[in-house]
């Protein structure tokens, strides 16, 4: 037959191919001399064409692996992957998922060949926020981001900038909140992180005295009320005398 010469009674064909497609004859001689013969027709299959098709996935995102050439698909890959399905979904991708995934496909002739699809998986930016919070009203917010190569940030009042380092002149305690960053990397993947601004008002500072007119010499004690919570002072009276405490007095 086709590419087949034997003199024996069940020869074997080691890696058939399309060229041993065809009519086989096989003559058997008996012990008396006879001679028959018949024949037999052997159809070779061709390998499936398979192809398969990997991804580039940022860390904790879905993707999926694709094949093509069969009916039937097996596929096994990294962290003790498996699945049965023609194109596989793989959920909340990890860096240890990262790698070489094969598949065998099976075709209608139950012929079946394997090859495989790479998966790329880039981890997750890590955004980091450094601020100059808190700052007092009509002072300069500062915000500063780190991790990506574009960056978008959000926050109160309406805020909104795509800068890596905005600032803010801060008019109104309204600034006060939390601001929110998001960074995408070389790679596309996009992480974000926030952080808290505090914007305080001016104190509004009432001063009373115990006396305002006379003849010098005259001595007067002078105490505050505060819409806020003083920390520290400073008098000046304005004839030389001043003071840290919370209340002053003096002669003039």
Do not use: E, R
Request: aromatic content about 8%; proline content about 7%.
């Amino acid at each position: 037959g086709p590419g087949l010469s034997s003199a024996s009674q069940n020869p074997t064909i080691t890696n058939a191919s399309m060229s041993n497609n065809g009519n086989y004859t096989l003559t058997v001689i008996d012990a008396n001399g006879c001679v028959n013969s018949t024949n037999q027709n052997v159809v070779v299959n061709p390998q499936p064409i398979v192809a398969a098709t990997g991804n580039t996935v940022c860390q904790n995102l879905n993707t999926t692996l694709s094949s093509s050439g069969g009916i039937s698909y097996s596929w096994t890959g990294p962290a003790g992957f498996t699945s049965t399905s023609q194109n596989p979904l793989i959920n909340n991708a990890q860096l240890n998922y990262a790698g070489q995934y094969l598949v065998i496909v099976t075709d209608a002739n139950t012929c079946s060949d394997t090859t495989f699809a790479t998966l790329i998986v880039n981890p997750t930016p890590v955004p980091q926020i450094v601020t100059n919070s808190p700052i007092c009203i009509d002072h300069v917010l500062s915000l500063s981001g780190t991790g990506g190569v574009s960056y978008s940030w959000s926050g109160p009042n309406g805020f909104f900038s795509s800068v890596q380092s905005p600032t803010i002149m801060a008019n109104t305690t309204g600034y006060t909140g939390n601001y929110v960053l998001s960074v995408t990397d070389a790679n596309g993947c996009i992480a974000s992180t926030s952080v808290p601004a505090i914007v305080h008002p001016i104190p509004n500072v009432t001063i009373s005295s115990t006396k305002n007119s006379g003849c010098p010499v005259f001595c007067s004690n002078f105490t505050f009320s505060s819409s806020s919570p003083i920390q520290t002072y400073n008098w000046n009276l304005g004839n030389g005398m001043t003071g840290t405490t919370s209340a002053g007095s003096g002669c003039f």
